[in-house]
Structure formats: C-alpha cells, structure tokens
C-alpha cells in the first residue's frame, strides 16, 4: 500500500512540474508572442510602428493622442478581415493604373491608398453626391474638365478621375502647405480645413481638434498603409492567384453616337455587361454625342470572358 501510496505522490509531482514547465513556455514572451499574432486566430494587441509617415510627412507618435488613434485604426482595420482580404484583392488590380498617374503628376505614391478609404476601391456612391473610385463631387469634376451627365460621367473613369483627383491635391498642398494637410482638405475641403488652422492658431494636422471623420481621416490611410505593405505582419495570408488582375483590353475610338449598345459589345464579342464593367463611365444604353466628340471605349482582349 505505501507503495502504491508513493508511486502516485511521484506522478502528482511530476504532472505539477510539468504543468509548471508549460506555463512557463506558454508565458507570453515577445518573441512568441510575435510569432502567435501571426499563426493564430486568437486576438493580441499591436505593435505600433514607430516609423509611421504620410508621403514622407511623420506621424507624431510620441503624441499619446496621436498614438491612440493610431492604434485604433490598426486594429479596427485589421480584426476587419473580410474587408482587409478584398482591400488587397482589388489593390492588386486598381493601383498599376492608380500609380502611375501619381507619379507623372509629382503626387506621392502614399495617395492611392486615400482611394481604398475613400471607396474602398469600388465605384462608390456617397450620400452627398460624390462617386467613383476618388469619390469626386460633380461640380469638381465639371470644374476639372471632366463629363458628367446622365449619359456620360467621367468621375467613374478611373485615369481621367485620378488625373482630377491629382489637380486637387497638388493645388490643396501649394495653399497649405503639406501633404498631409491636402489629404485632409481632401476629406473636409480646402476653405474647411484653411478656417480651422486659422481658428485654433496652429500649422499641423496633427494639431487640430477635427470632427469624427476628417479626425481619423490620416490615421486611416496611414493604417492601410501600414497594413497593406506588409500582410504578413498583421496576419493576412493568401496567393497571387488570389488577388485580382486587370483584364488586358484595346481602345476602340467612337465619334459619333452610338444607339445600341449591347449590339455594339457584340460586334467585340461580349455582351452589355461587360462592355459597362470596363466602361462604367457610360451609364445609359446609347451614347448621344450630338458633338461627335472622341469617345475611347475599352474592350477586353478575347479569351478572357467566355
């Protein structure tokens, strides 16, 4: 019996000093703790960065207001799975024609991620009136040179839209003075944003006591930033067959109206639908151009769409 007795006080020993052990291995140390935050689906706290910068510009940090909101952005964007997944799926076939229209305009690269915040890189339609990719006003879009009417409107023409998106911006910084400040006159206007510095007597974004919206504004390009630059770090893991391409297509030139135009797709091969993904611009059946303006419809390259 005091055998027995012996033999079961060692096994509750051992299971203790193993219990022990685990807890010890399982203690959240940084190094598995980085480690956990990828591999798993528990929920962990973030790292800010302390490198945060919109187009060049730093992200005041040591602010503890500053890093808060920072914080917060990072996590709601990316505990926000479903969202973030189709953020990267649509950034992979959106910023080839997004980026080199910044750059040609001197506008820094940093700004296509204002349009995943603005549309989450879809033809959106705001409540005020704002739509497509750049969420752009009709009178802005009028004042830049763009078409918009019910037959026509160029705001959900993704390169004449970002050209229009770029004369905005580049006019926003030369009167304030920043980039950042211009990505926030994005958001709350130039005259808005101006009357606001002037009001509470400061110079920085970062210093301004703004409304929800324009107040998280920079944060949130800057999350996505962050986010969409290194996937693997906040815990985003998927394929380049994955993400979405861009559809290769040809411009073919109308200058004259066009009264059908699912009999027009045809004569390409495709059918309505199609011609309006690639061509969303168009928003009616027909084409008037009374004007016999030069119209460039894009037509998907065959064997694409079956």
């Given at each position: 019996m005091k055998t027995i007795q012996r033999m079961l006080a060692l096994v509750g020993l051992l299971s203790l000093c193993l219990l022990f052990i685990y807890a010890l291995q399982d203690a959240p140390t940084d190094e598995n703790f980085e480690k956990k935050v990828i591999n798993d689906y528990n929920v962990y706290a973030l790292q800010v960065p302390e490198d945060l910068n919109f187009a060049g510009e730093r992200v005041p940090l040591e602010n503890p207001d500053i890093l808060e909101r920072m914080d917060r952005e990072l996590l709601v964007n990316t505990y926000w799975q479903s969202n973030g997944l189709l953020m990267f799926k649509r950034a992979k076939k959106y910023f080839p024609v997004i980026e080199?229209?910044?750059?040609?305009?001197?506008?820094?690269?940093?700004?296509?991620?204002?349009?995943?915040?603005?549309?989450?890189?879809?033809?959106?339609?705001?409540?005020?009136?704002?739509?497509?990719?750049?969420?752009?006003?009709?009178?802005?879009?009028?004042?830049?040179?763009?078409e918009v009417n019910t037959n026509v409107d160029e705001r959900y023409h993704l390169e004449k839209a970002t050209e229009v998106a770029c004369k905005y911006l580049i006019r926003s910084k030369e009167n304030l003075g920043s980039w950042t400040l211009a990505a926030a006159a994005y958001n709350a206007g130039n005259a808005g944003v101006s009357r606001r510095l002037k009001e509470q007597n400061v110079s920085d974004y970062y210093d301004l006591l703004l409304g929800e919206e324009t107040g998280r504004y920079l944060f949130r390009i800057v999350a996505l930033k962050e986010i969409l630059s290194h996937p693997d770090k906040y815990g985003f893991n998927f394929r380049d067959k994955d993400l979405y391409s861009n559809i290769p297509t040809f411009k073919v030139e109308v200058d004259t109206a066009v009264t059908d135009f699912t009999k027009f797709a045809e004569r390409f091969g495709i059918n309505y639908k199609i011609l309006k993904l690639h061509n969303p611009w168009l928003r009616e059946p027909h084409l008037n151009n009374k004007s016999r303006k030069p119209y460039y419809i894009e037509i998907p390259k065959e064997g694409y769409y079956n």
């Open positions: 080199p229209i910044l750059a040609r305009y001197g506008v820094p690269d940093d700004f296509k991620y204002l349009a995943v915040i603005e549309s989450g890189l879809t033809n959106a339609v705001s409540p005020a009136g704002a739509r497509g990719v750049w969420q752009i006003m009709k009178t802005t879009g009028r004042e830049n040179g763009l």
